[in-house]
């Protein structure tokens, strides 16, 4: 991994290249409706993502991070219109996501990919390598005949699998090949917004580093913008440009990376960072115990959802939603204890 300086001095000169925004969410919310009874009538509402608008710069990586069950995959899936929503909007380059049609969806995926956190079960285990990479690529019509061959083997190449494995099955490969593949078939499309969801939760921790490593390099190589979803706040920092914190389905705070790590604004954000080691010899954090447990997102509590587990929480806390205001330049956070 490269050095912290160098890390810094990549923000910096992406932050100078940034100001073409690629992806708009705003205000978008997604809840299920809870069904009881013999006639399954809708009792209530599990609000998994509630109110979330950021925007992501072309050629960045924002990392989202969260406890399990905050709603982070809800949110790429609606992204990504794998499912639809409740109200809000996505805009991608412009087009307003879920006003397209079939067939200019069908278009527009082709810019949107999505990495998959389980190299296990994304793969499909009765195609080939090969020919699960060369599906895409022939429906979106973009090579054909010994064309398709060459350009498969030349992902592979790309992604550090051999060509020659190309006719080999899924479950002939280790799981950070299996994930390797799985971002060939992402790239097969020439996208432009990659969305990892958790790509290497499943991984063993050097083989994390590898294709953390490949996914800088992919994007250094060809200009890819992504959406990284984690909840290793290390894997975070070390590549993300600027980093969302969600919190039972809305986003707490948002800043760069060095900002953040370094001088976190939420307390649900320093609780968060004061769980990672120290890896300065000598130096320990002191960690932040939150009382109780997540909220169930069926029950969200009534004005800041994190108000029943917060050390600093007031009576203003309980009754109304904090506003999400930046508190610094280019660092926002939804929090009563920053406003005038």
């Given at each position: 991994m490269?050095?912290?300086q160098a890390e810094v001095q990549t923000g910096e000169?992406?932050?100078?290249?940034?100001?073409?925004?690629?992806?708009?969410?705003?205000?978008?919310?997604?809840?299920?409706p809870i069904r009881r009874g013999v006639l399954s009538r809708i009792a209530g509402w599990i609000k998994a993502v509630d109110g979330v608008s950021f925007e992501?710069?072309?050629?960045?990586?924002?990392?989202?991070?969260?406890?399990?069950?905050?709603?982070?995959?809800?949110?790429?899936?609606?992204?990504?219109?794998?499912?639809?929503?409740?109200?809000?909007?996505?805009?991608?380059?412009?087009?307003?996501?879920?006003e397209q049609n079939a067939t200019d969806m069908r278009k527009l995926r082709r810019r949107m990919q999505i990495v998959f956190q389980d190299p296990y079960g994304?793969?499909?285990?009765?195609?080939?390598?090969?020919?699960?990479?060369?599906?895409?690529?022939?429906?979106?019509?973009?090579?054909?005949?010994?064309?398709?061959?060459?350009?498969?083997?030349?992902?592979?190449?790309r992604v550090g699998i051999p060509a020659e494995y190309m006719n080999r099955y899924p479950h002939e490969f280790s799981g950070g090949q299996r994930q390797r593949i799985g971002i060939a078939r992402a790239l097969a499309v020439e996208p432009d917004l990659i969305i990892a969801d958790e790509p290497v939760s499943a991984l063993d921790v050097s083989i994390q580093a590898q294709i953390?490593?490949?996914?800088?390099?992919?994007?250094?190589?060809?200009?890819?913008?992504?959406?990284?979803?984690?909840?290793?706040?290390?894997?975070?920092?070390?590549?993300?440009?600027?980093?969302?914190?969600?919190?039972?389905?809305?986003?707490?705070?948002?800043?760069?990376?060095?900002?953040?790590?370094?001088?976190?604004?939420?307390?649900?954000?320093?609780?968060?960072?004061?769980?990672v080691p120290s890896l300065e010899p000598g130096v320990r954090r002191q960690r932040i115990l939150l009382p109780g447990d997540v909220p169930s997102p069926a029950d969200v509590p009534r004005g800041c959802a994190f108000h029943t587990r917060c050390p600093h929480a007031m009576s203003v806390c309980r009754e109304q939603t904090p506003p999400n205001r930046e508190v610094d330049p280019g660092h926002r956070t939804a929090c009563w204890l920053y406003e005038k």
């Open positions: 490269a050095s912290p000169r992406r932050s100078a290249q940034r100001g073409e925004v690629l992806l708009k969410v705003d205000n978008l919310c997604k809840h299920f992501v710069y072309r050629g960045e990586t924002l990392g989202l991070v969260g406890e399990s069950g905050c709603g982070k995959t809800t949110l790429a899936r609606a992204i990504l219109r794998l499912t639809d929503i409740t109200s809000g909007s996505v805009t991608f380059d412009g087009i307003p996501v879920f994304s793969l499909n285990p009765r195609l080939t390598v090969g020919s699960m990479i060369a599906e895409a690529i022939k429906i979106h019509k973009l090579a054909s005949g010994e064309a398709v061959r060459e350009r498969v083997a030349s992902l592979l190449d953390i490593n490949l996914l800088k390099d992919l994007q250094d190589a060809l200009g890819l913008t992504y959406l990284f979803i984690a909840h290793d706040l290390g894997v975070v920092e070390y590549i993300s440009d600027r980093v969302a914190v969600m919190y039972l389905g809305r986003i707490v705070e948002l800043a760069p990376a060095t900002k953040l790590y370094r001088d976190p604004k939420h307390p649900y954000t320093q609780a968060l960072l004061s769980a």
